[in-house]
């Protein structure tokens, strides 16, 4: 059973802080690696990918990954209130579909 | 270019009847997605189809669901008979290639089955 992990939050930080986001995932194999945003009530929408080891950065956004620990992590610098949203962590291997962690949620307080 | 749409946005339905959810993808898009969202199991994959063939049907619960593509434009996702268990969003999403991980999604339905 391939499967994502995510800490559920919610994680509270103050805005302009760092929002540090995580996720394992159990599959080996596993090559490309993706965050998605959901605002409640809403569809997620693809922010940032990374398929490296290390970091792949993208305005506030940072990507880190960690093929050898399974693990990867999304950094949010400058928090927003606008930022305040569920964060979707997803992987897939070549050819196969996406598998979703559960989500982090993430309050971004003013 | 209108994203993918999804009907209906919303659906209230009694145990037993059948369902039918609607998806069309964006147009040049060769991959199609069917998740489902609960708060207690998250985002999970349903089916997926690649150049409108079905590819990978391990998520349907049962034999209750049922999902066909008939042509690059259009897909159903059937539920019946539906069950209170069936209710929560479901998603449809379409990419270029199914192991692209761009996915867009619609809007969602959201099914209620009391």
């Known amino acids: 059973q391939k499967e994502v992990e995510q800490n559920s939050g919610p994680l509270s930080v103050p805005e302009g802080a760092i929002a540090s986001l995580n996720c394992t995932y159990s599959d080996r194999g596993s090559q490309s690696f993706f965050w998605y945003r959901q605002y409640s009530g809403k569809s997620p929408e693809l922010i940032m990918f990374?398929?490296?080891?290390g970091d792949k950065e993208d305005g506030r956004f940072t990507a880190q990954l960690n093929k050898a620990s399974q693990y990867v992590s999304l950094l949010i610098r400058d928090s927003q209130p606008s930022d305040s949203a569920t964060y979707l962590c997803a992987v897939n291997q070549a050819g196969t579909a996406l598998i979703f962690g559960k989500g982090t949620t993430l309050s971004v307080s003013s | 270019d209108a994203g993918v749409i999804q009907s209906p946005r919303h659906e209230v339905t009694e145990m037993g009847q059948e369902v039918t959810l609607r998806c069309k993808p964006i147009?040049?898009?060769?991959?199609l997605f069917w998740y489902r969202q609960t708060m207690m199991r998250g985002l999970e994959l349903l089916i997926y189809?690649?150049?409108?063939?079905?590819?990978?049907d391990s998520g349907m619960p049962e034999d209750r669901f049922s999902a066909k593509m008939p042509n690059a434009s259009f897909s159903t996702l059937k539920i019946q008979p539906s069950e209170p268990r069936d209710s929560a969003v479901y998603f449809c999403?379409?990419?270029?290639?199914?192991?692209?991980?761009?996915?867009?999604f619609g809007n969602g339905t959201r099914l209620t089955v009391t």
């Open positions: 999403a379409s990419s270029h290639g199914t192991g692209s991980g761009a996915l867009h």
């Open positions: 990374i398929y490296s080891n």
């Open positions: 189809f690649n150049n409108n063939v079905p590819i990978d």
């Open positions: 147009s040049g898009h060769n991959s």
